[in-house]
């Protein structure tokens, strides 16, 4: 199975550990995140256009890959999988969806016409996020995940593309979790008030994205998030994450 992410650090963030997850139970998936940091929907059209190579091409969750344009890859291997998403901050404000998402739509679909296009729902930012565009939400995490789901969501009905529920399942494990409430002294999911944690986090999305895009029982899954140093990993938090997310 081939996933193509369009998209910026929270696509970087959800393919992390899904190559891992899905090798551990036995499947081969390769994953390739077109990376640009922030980048919106209004600049990935733009930079279909002008075909610019402004890209860093990772595989397999891993960073620093080669430059390319939006169309070398689409013109590299049948994709059974390819996702769109908008900007973290722009991700609640409908208008900055149109008409870029539909347009990038029909490009993928022109070049890869058998392909599953589906839209990666991102996630609101932690209550004492320092990100400059919190304040277009007032500061407030719960109206910023409501306004970017209706967002995310109609994006979905419009172009009849299933929606992969990032944002849904992180606000989920925020609201239901007494180990992720953050105000009341949980775990933040988040490393840095908007990206998600190197552990906990990341795992949260690979989960997702494995059940929802992969379509694999996360439940009997083994793998174990480590991250980049030698944290050591609280199994229990590993464990409520993956039962919540074979539940959601």
């Known amino acids: 199975m081939r996933i193509l992410?369009?998209?910026n650090s929270f696509s970087?963030?959800?393919f992390k550990y899904l190559h891992k997850v899905a090798a551990a139970a036995g499947k081969d998936v390769t994953t390739v995140n077109l990376y640009i940091g922030g980048c919106t929907?209004?600049?990935?059209?733009n930079n279909v256009l002008e075909n610019k190579n402004d890209y860093q091409y990772e595989l397999n969750g891993a960073g620093e890959g080669p430059a390319a344009t939006i169309k070398d890859a689409l013109l590299e291997d049948k994709w059974d999988v390819i996702t769109l998403q908008q900007a973290s901050g722009y991700s609640g404000i409908d208008n900055s969806y149109h008409p870029y998402i539909e347009n990038l739509y029909n490009y993928v679909k022109d070049f890869q016409p058998d392909s599953k296009i589906m839209?990666?729902?991102?996630w609101a930012y932690e209550h004492d996020s320092n990100h400059g565009h919190?304040?277009?939400y007032g500061k407030n995490q719960e109206y910023m995940y409501k306004a970017l789901q209706n967002c995310?969501?109609?994006a979905s009905y419009q172009l009849g593309a299933e929606i992969i529920p990032c944002g849904d399942f992180i606000q989920h494990l925020r609201r239901t979790v007494p180990e992720f409430d953050y105000p009341r002294g949980g775990l933040s999911l988040t490393r840095d008030g908007f990206h998600m944690g190197y552990i906990y986090g990341r795992y949260a999305l690979a989960c997702v994205w494995y059940k929802y895009v992969v379509g694999g029982?996360?439940?009997t899954n083994d793998f174990v998030p480590r991250g980049d140093s030698n944290y050591n990993t609280d199994m229990h938090l590993v464990?409520?994450?993956?039962?919540?997310?074979a539940k959601f």
């Open 12 to 14: 970087q963030d959800a």
């Open 217 to 219: 029982d996360i439940s």
């Open 5 to 7: 992410a369009i998209g």
């Open 239 to 245: 464990d409520i994450i993956k039962n919540e997310a």
């Open 134 to 136: 919190f304040k277009w």
């Open 119 to 122: 839209i990666h729902e991102t």
């Open 152 to 154: 995310y969501y109609n």
């Open 41 to 45: 929907l209004e600049r990935h059209w």
